[in-house]
T-cell receptor
Framework: DQQVKQNSPSLSVQEGRISILNCDYT??????FLWYKKYPAEGPTFLIS?????DKNEDGRFTVFLNKSAKHLSLHIVPSQPGDSAVYFC???????????FGKGTTLSVSS | EAQVTQNPRYLITVTGKKLTVTCSQN?????MSWYRQDPGLGLRQIYY???????DKGDVPEGYKVSRKEKRNFPLILESPSPNQTSLYFC?????????????FGQGTRLTVV
């Protein structure tokens, strides 16, 4: 059973608009959430994270929102740029965990 | 420069021929792991290591072995590769497990088993 779900395999957005990528989780023990970005032929790179004690974390154009009651988090990219086109993975971990649990990823395409 | 280095980047091999994918990190991280990425399945953990000589199975360990004789190296061994192990493999390292465990990934190894 998938513990981290990214239900949208793909998202297309115009340059300058907002991109919203969603992620749901089932394990209430998760207490840290991360977003990774992956370009073709490269490994995933860390983008932004949020602790379960917060509901928002912002870093430049990227903001992650966490709704613990709904077990839902989202990544907002404003404004979107063509260079943001990549696969975005949502991941979760627990304090005592031994792995990052990844979603299946969402492919973002930003057109100019 | 902090990095995780995997070799080779691309490999085509035949069924049953033993192979090793190397992974090395220069950040003195204790925690290292291997993932495989398959279409529609995301990243799934194969094995992990919490320190030298400490390894354990992840979600999909069948057909793989690992060793951690030194802190910086964590090779992935396929004793008898099969076509269902054709995949994109990533090695990752982090300061610790759990919590704020930002992982650093290698560039990946694309393995094809024919």
């Amino acid at each position: 059973d998938q513990q981290v779900k990214q239900n949208s395999p793909s998202l297309s957005v115009q340059e300058g608009r907002i991109s919203i990528l969603n992620c749901d989780y089932t394990n209430s023990m998760f207490d840290y959430f991360l977003w990774y970005k992956k370009y073709p032929a490269e490994g995933p790179t860390f983008l932004i994270s949020i602790s379960s004690i917060k509901d928002k974390n912002e870093d430049g154009r990227f903001t992650v929102f966490l709704n613990k009651s709904a077990k839902h988090l989202s990544l907002h990219i404003v404004p979107s740029q063509p260079g943001d086109s990549a696969v975005y993975f949502c991941a979760a971990s627990t304090q005592a965990g031994t792995a990052l649990i990844f979603g299946k990823g969402t492919t973002l395409s930003v057109s100019s | 420069e902090a990095q995780v280095t995997q070799n080779p980047r691309y490999l085509i091999t035949v069924t049953g021929k033993k192979l090793t994918v190397t992974c090395s990190q220069n950040m003195n991280h204790e925690y290292m792991s291997w993932y495989r990425q398959d279409p529609g399945l995301g990243l799934r953990q194969i094995y992990y290591s919490m320190n030298v000589e400490v390894t354990d199975k992840g979600d999909v360990p069948e057909g793989y072995k690992v060793s951690r004789k030194e802190k910086r190296n964590f090779p992935l061994i396929l004793e008898s590769p099969s076509p269902n192990q054709t995949s994109l493999y990533f090695c990752a390292s982090s300061r610790r497990t759990g919590g704020e465990a930002e992982a650093f990934f290698g560039q990946g190894t694309r393995l094809t088993v024919v």
